[in-house]
């Protein structure tokens, strides 16, 4: 009965047009190996988001573009004596340069961005925050100009994602403890699968995410819709050093019953 009612969720999202049901480890680490026997999640950024991002920070940050572009030298008995500072960059659009900046990594970006009034809550075309996107690659600096200026830490995506999930998808072991630092919840499901943040970090993976997340009470007996725990993730994925730790984990729990 199991079996059949996985046949038909995956017969209904093979028909959904979904531009984000791409998997991480296929997508962004060249693997061939995919989360639960050839299922895909739906976390990760479709293609042509991240190529446009790419284009356009590319463009940005050429020589002689953007804000790095030169400022004229002064010239003539009018010249003064030492050079003044550049003013500030005028944004035209501050959200969609946080967002931006947030993709990126670039925390100055950023605060130039908030500074001139960007929210740092506003979400991007499909519905992710700057917070989301910052977390999905690590960037811890990023991370945490955006806290200090009032992101919320456990915003969703429409799938039901925060970005602490975000973060323990990839090797972003500073990154998740920010955020739990933070007092994200490391205990909220997603709206599809009601996987967990370790889950994802089983899944990917990724032992010093799993520990962290363990040390900030993470329930290794949590299940998802199929029953299965995190520790079944990191078995099925072939991933022995995440195992060895869940097994250890479940042992202790065990006992303390």
């Not at 030169?70 to 340069?97: D, F, H, I, M």
Request: aromatic share 6%; charged share 30%; net charge negative.
């Amino acid at each position: 009965m199991r079996a059949k009612r996985r046949e038909a969720r995956e017969a209904e999202r093979q028909t959904r047009k979904d531009p984000w049901r791409l998997d991480r480890t296929v997508y962004l680490r060249g693997s061939q190996s995919e989360v639960r026997r050839g299922r895909r999640s739906s976390f990760s950024p479709r293609r042509n988001f991240r190529s446009a991002y790419c284009l356009v920070l590319t463009v940005y940050f050429l020589p002689g573009c953007g804000r790095d572009a030169p400022l004229p030298e002064p010239t003539g008995s009018s010249a003064p004596s030492s050079k003044r500072e550049p003013a500030p960059q005028r944004l035209a659009n501050p959200s969609l340069s946080l967002l931006e900046a947030a993709f990126a990594g670039d925390a100055d970006q950023a605060r130039l961005a908030l500074d001139q009034g960007a929210d740092p809550n506003k979400q991007s075309d499909d519905d992710r925050t700057s917070l989301m996107l910052a977390a999905f690659d690590g960037h811890t600096e990023t991370l945490r100009v955006l806290l200090d200026r009032g992101a919320q830490v456990d915003d969703r995506d429409p799938a039901g994602r925060t970005a602490l999930m975000y973060a323990a998808s990839g090797p972003n072991a500073e990154s998740v403890r920010l955020l739990l630092d933070w007092k994200a919840d490391p205990l909220v499901t997603d709206l599809e699968e009601q996987f967990t943040a370790l889950m994802f970090a089983a899944a990917e993976g990724h032992p010093d995410v799993v520990q962290i997340l363990l040390d900030y009470d993470s329930d290794p007996k949590m299940v998802d819709i199929d029953g299965e725990t995190a520790l079944d993730f990191a078995t099925q994925s072939g991933h022995l050093g995440v195992v060895k730790l869940l097994s250890g984990e479940q042992r202790s729990v065990n006992s303390n019953q």
